[in-house]
């Protein structure tokens, strides 16, 4: 009985912790993105620096460019722009 009061114990204490951790950048006043907003505005900043699709979609891990297209928010006659 002992075990499994300190194993609650701990189970609780972690549990804290992590709301602790979750709750922290709220509590500061700092606001979260999303990790896709974050690969969207990584994928802008690269292209509006001059780096190709390509390159983007080689960071990003995509196999295709309509994936790129998707973060990005751009359509296909754009996209073909980029290339000419």
Not at 9 to 25: E, F, G, H, K, M
Not at 64 to 83: G, Q, R, T, V
Request: glycine share 6%; net charge positive; charged share 20%.
């Amino acid at each position: 009985m002992r075990d499994l009061i300190r194993k609650l114990n701990s189970l609780l204490v972690i549990w804290r912790s992590w709301v602790n951790i979750q709750s922290a950048p709220t509590d500061a006043g700092i606001k979260l993105g999303s990790s896709h907003s974050g690969r969207r505005r990584f994928a802008s900043n690269l292209l509006s620096n001059g780096a190709s699709l390509e390159t983007v979609q080689q960071l990003l891990g995509h196999a295709e460019l309509d994936h790129i297209m998707h973060y990005l928010n751009i359509n296909k006659i754009n996209c073909a722009k980029c290339f000419l």
